[in-house]
DNA sequence: GGAACTCGCCAC
DNA sequence: AAACGTGGCGAGTTCC
């Protein structure tokens, strides 16, 4: 068990104030478009039959009803399907479920190279945006609009959550589902949506409390770029050029596979094979010619010649790119991590540098995550109340409409915008830090605007 | 018929 | 020695 709290006035009146102005956008609500979410259920609807009829056809399918009782499978059932997989077709699962059972997950099945089981997946993809988005939004609107909880007291960092729908997880790496769940949310007549996001601002905070310095050169230079330099080191690059056939994607790689999950304490051989799923190589020997292309061509063709020539060789590889991250790069990052979980064990506790205290039985990795996190999400909490206090004090016709973690969402009269976009940059790169004395990092936030009645679908980056 | 559980998958 | 943090939610399943 876990428990964390207020230690200082300060601390519970964040939290008081900001019950309040969730409160507030919680009323003002999200509109939908229900001509849209009827008229794409139904299309969706389409799709799916006719991959379900496709699927029905296939031999797989005929042999898999053969294997049970009545004859019928249900095809949404992945233990049913699991079992057929790997007890009827004995086939040796290479992926197992955290409580130890053989995987049935996009990749396990992937793995499987069975032509047939992809159908499966884009079945379940549709029912996913089927289910949980579209007919989530239109079983939680009222005449249209629909007023997602953005809760303050469920989570044990001392971020938020949201439910009913939750407002905080819809589609936006996958194009096509992001498409469809984005064009169903809508500003209110002759408004524009507005987000504004805190940029990197979990390793800003983080910085805030190992003052690596390091870590404080990539942070306020902009010229550099940590994970740009860490693509180079793990895939043996000259240099990373973004304008190169790409190199972005490698990019990309490098952070959501090894730099995240590191900071949130994985280790070298989860990141092999976080990188290895990236760049679409698959976990035993590569072949020439596989994977993603870039500036060099195929990435198997790169790796075999740099001598990577096997998912056990990126994990040496990647042993030794985690010492040296760990060690050489942010040392400082890496004696701040020992002596936060020394301070733990010795006093059972942590405290937040928001005023918060945290104690309970943790693990290493939480003692390190937990601090980041919830004082991270204060910094949005923070700038949220401030920006409702202005809006209600100036009585804008603009208002905030939701928050997802580390980014507020507007609806913006345009006639307001550029007031509305001075008003939270000045907050956020400026008053924030003048109220917590402990914020050494430089603030920054990007904006993304959609058109005049346009959905969120449409959002584009705004230049501030 | 509902509570509790597992799994898979969406977000930061 | 061990090894990715925080949520919500739908579907299937099992248990009572």
Redesign the pocket.
Known sequence: M?TIHPKTKQAYQLLQAGTLAFARAERQGISVNIDYLNKKKIGIDKKINKLENEFKESKFYKRWCHSVKNGKP?I?????L?RYIYDIKRIDPFKY?????????????KGLNLPEVNTL?EI??L??IK??YL??FK?EQVDGIMHPFF?LH????F?S??????F???????KE??TICRKAIIPRKGHQLLEA?FSGIEVRIAACYHKDSNMLKYITDKTSDMHGDMAVQIFKLRKLDRSLKGHDTLRQASKN?FV??QF????????AI?LINWVQLPHGEFKPDTGIEFENGFISNHLIKKGIKCLDDMINHIKVIENDFWSKRFPEYTAWKEMWWGLYQKYGYIDLKTGFRCSGVM?K??CI??PV?GAAFHCLLWSFIKLDEIIRNENWNSKIIGQ????IIMDVHPDELNHVVKTIKQITTVELAKTWDWIITPMDIEMELCPVNASWAEKEKYKI
């Open positions: 876990i249900n949404n059932s992945n233990l049913q699991s479920t955290g409580k130890g059972n053989p995987s049935t997950d996009e990749e396990a099945l997946l379940r993809k029912k996913k289910t949980t007919e989530g079983k809760n469920l989570v044990k960092t971020r959550s949201s439910d009913s729908p939750n905080q997880n819809i589609p936006k790496r996958d589902a992001m996001d596979g995240f999950p949130y304490g994985s280790y070298y051989k989860n990141c976080n693990n990795n939480d995550n937990y996190q997802i973690h580390d980014a």
